[in-house]
């Protein structure tokens, strides 16, 4: 079965850090590209990032960049999101997912962690 | 820059048909897939247009494409087909774009 399972959500005040870790289970991690989403209370989907299969690549929305990192590592079937300067707009529900067909489309979601941002 | 726009609302009474469109120029490059959420859940994936549906979706969900138009069709809509469903396109080649959601009433 495959899983997903994303944790490290936390109240943050502004300007402040957090790194989420998302460990897969369930089929070969590393074939895969891996992506972040998140939802804002009430919105919609926004997609954050993705990461190439060995970690050489990663692509972001515009809103995050310089401020997230994603990040991977094939031997612990994990994969990172690194997030500095956090605001109050970065409030959201982080969802992991995969990445199907080299970098095509998200064909799992896992459950998500939420992450609050608030003074 | 690019979007996908998205009804944000439509309703169905049950057991009839009902099409959900979602419209950007991205989609007469690449083909959209459709996720399924409900209230407290991941999104799930129903179906990309020209692929075949994941395992476990009924075959009442298909996607399909023209131009800058991409359409599921819900065929013979349950009271569990209530959810918000998000379309969703690659943008500049190796990003993500989602549409912002249409939300299925079933009557």
């Known amino acids: 079965e495959v899983q997903l399972v994303a944790s490290g959500g936390n109240l943050v005040h502004p300007a402040g850090s957090l790194r989420l870790s998302c460990a897969a289970s369930g089929f070969g991690f590393q074939p895969f590209f891996m992506a972040w989403v998140r939802q804002a209370p009430g919105k919609g989907l926004e997609w954050v990032a993705t990461i190439h299969t060995d970690g050489s690549t990663a692509y972001y929305v515009d809103s995050v960049k310089g401020r997230f990192t994603i990040s991977r590592d094939n031997a612990r079937n994990s994969v990172f999101l690194q997030m500095n300067s956090l605001r109050a707009g970065d409030t959201a529900v982080y969802y992991c997912a995969r990445v199907f067909g080299g970098n095509s489309f998200i064909d799992f979601w896992g459950p998500g962690t939420l992450v609050t941002v608030s003074p | 820059s690019s979007e996908l726009t998205q009804d944000p609302a439509v309703s169905v009474a049950l057991g009839q048909t009902v099409k959900i469109t979602c419209q950007g120029d991205?989609?007469?490059?690449?083909?959209a897939c459709w996720y399924q959420q409900k209230p407290g859940q991941a999104p799930l994936l129903v179906n990309c247009?020209?692929?075949s549906r994941p395992s476990g979706i009924p075959d009442r969900f298909s996607a399909s494409r023209s131009g800058p138009t991409a359409s599921l069709t819900i065929t013979g809509a349950q009271a569990e087909d209530e959810a918000d469903y998000y379309c969703n396109t690659r943008d500049r080649g190796d990003y993500q774009l989602f549409g912002g959601g249409t939300k299925v009433t079933v009557l």
């Open positions: 247009d020209g692929r």
């Open positions: 991205n989609l007469r490059i690449y083909y």
